[in-house]
């Protein structure tokens, strides 16, 4: 069975960081995107980042470029999501979720077959 378990999330001040990581097992995961979503109440499921599981592209929203970066560690089967200068609009739940859909689609959340539980991100101004 397909796992993907997200930890790390917490209450931080804008201007913190924190890294989020998400744990990925029950397949191998050479032809997937990896990526990360967050929700916040009231709002639509936004993508955030994406890696290519095999190859390291990235992808980032424009409203995270220089501040998140996306990793992953083969060796682990980790994907990681280190958030820096964090402000208050960054809070919400942030999901890992995997997609054998190629890089056009990275960014709709209906094309990714595996979701995590979801970690909550808080960011006080």
């Known amino acids: 069975q397909v796992q993907l378990v997200e930890s790390g999330g917490g209450l931080v001040q804008a201007g913190d960081s924190l890294r989020l990581s998400c744990a990925a097992s029950g397949r191998t995961f050479n032809n997937y995107h990896m990526s990360w979503f967050r929700q916040a109440p009231g709002k639509e499921r936004e993508f955030v980042a994406a890696i290519f599981w095999s190859g390291s592209t990235t992808y980032y929203t424009d409203s995270v470029k220089g501040r998140f970066t996306i990793s992953r560690d083969i060796a682990r089967n980790t994907v990681y999501l280190q958030m820096n200068s964090l402000k208050p609009e960054d809070t919400a739940v942030y999901y890992c979720?995997?997609?054998?859909?190629?890089?056009?689609?990275?960014?709709?959340?209906?094309?990714?077959?595996?979701w995590g539980q979801g970690t909550q991100v808080t960011v006080s101004s």
């Open positions: 979720a995997a997609s054998p859909a190629g890089s056009l689609r990275v960014m709709s959340s209906r094309w990714y077959d595996y």
